[in-house]
């Protein structure tokens, strides 16, 4: 099974900062990485897939790299309404796993 | 566009079997070459998927979970089902149902609303 390790586990930031998180594999995953926002008592909502796709809808703010082992989702400026928390998943074989997730907060 | 709705139990006793359907709005579960999944989250804690089935019936499950699992389609009603074996108190936690398009983004979208299972005597 693929483990994916995020971190930091919590990041504290104000609205108009940029946010980095990461995203490692414990074996290569290709391109084969998204990212999903979760906001307290909702489903995820896709954000990102194949590593640096945005999903339809999703704001120009977010965006996505990486590829093997390491990814990052950025946020380049933050909005009150991206303060939740993201997980991200892989699907390099057909056991999809999930990282533990990072919740930004507002700080 | 297609929509997703959990639905079942709230309530389940140690031992029994946890029984949840997923229904499907907008699109017909047959068709589209899809992959219907569940997935679940304990309270406060992460994600962890448990298995899907293909518009064939074909299916693929979490190997953790794959001796107690099993999904199903019922196409005449537009819906698939969970039925997860032999539960403890490990396996409460909020169930999702989620399809995966392989024709678009090949990750998991839409996702039902969620429902809270509870296992308790």
């Not at chain 1, 104000?14 to 990485?33: H, K, M, N």
């Not at chain 2, 699109?27 to 448990?50: T, V």
């Not at chain 2, 001796?67 to 396996?91: E, G, M």
């Not at chain 2, 409460?92 to 979208?109: E, H, K, L, Q, S």
Request: net charge positive; proline share 5%.
């Amino acid at each position: 099974e693929i483990v994916l390790t995020q971190s930091p586990a919590t990041l504290s930031l104000s609205p108009g900062e940029r946010a980095t998180l990461s995203c490692r594999a414990s074996q290569s995953v290709s391109s084969y990485l998204a990212w999903y926002q979760q906001k307290p008592g909702q489903a995820p909502r896709l954000l990102i897939y194949d590593a640096s796709n945005r999903a339809t809808g999703i704001p120009a703010r977010f965006s996505g790299s990486g590829s093997g082992t390491d990814f990052t989702l950025t946020i380049s400026s933050l909005e009150p309404e991206d303060f939740a928390v993201y997980y991200c998943q892989q699907r390099s074989n057909w056991v999809y796993t999930f990282g533990q997730g990072t919740k930004l907060e507002i700080k | 566009q297609v929509q997703l709705q959990e639905s079942g139990p709230g309530l389940v006793k140690p031992s029994q079997t946890l029984s949840l359907t997923c229904t499907v709005s907008g699109d017909s579960i047959s068709s589209g070459g899809y992959y219907w999944n569940w997935i679940r989250q304990p309270a406060g804690k992460g994600l962890e998927w448990i298995g899907r089935i293909y518009t064939t019936g074909s299916t693929n499950y979490n190997p953790s979970l794959k001796s107690r699992v099993t999904i199903s389609l019922d196409t005449s009603k537009n819906q698939f089902s969970l039925n997860l074996s032999s539960v403890t108190a490990a396996d409460t936690a909020v169930y999702y149902c989620a399809r995966i398009d392989p024709g678009r983004y090949n990750w998991f979208d839409p996702w039902g609303q969620g429902t809270l299972v509870t296992v308790s005597s």
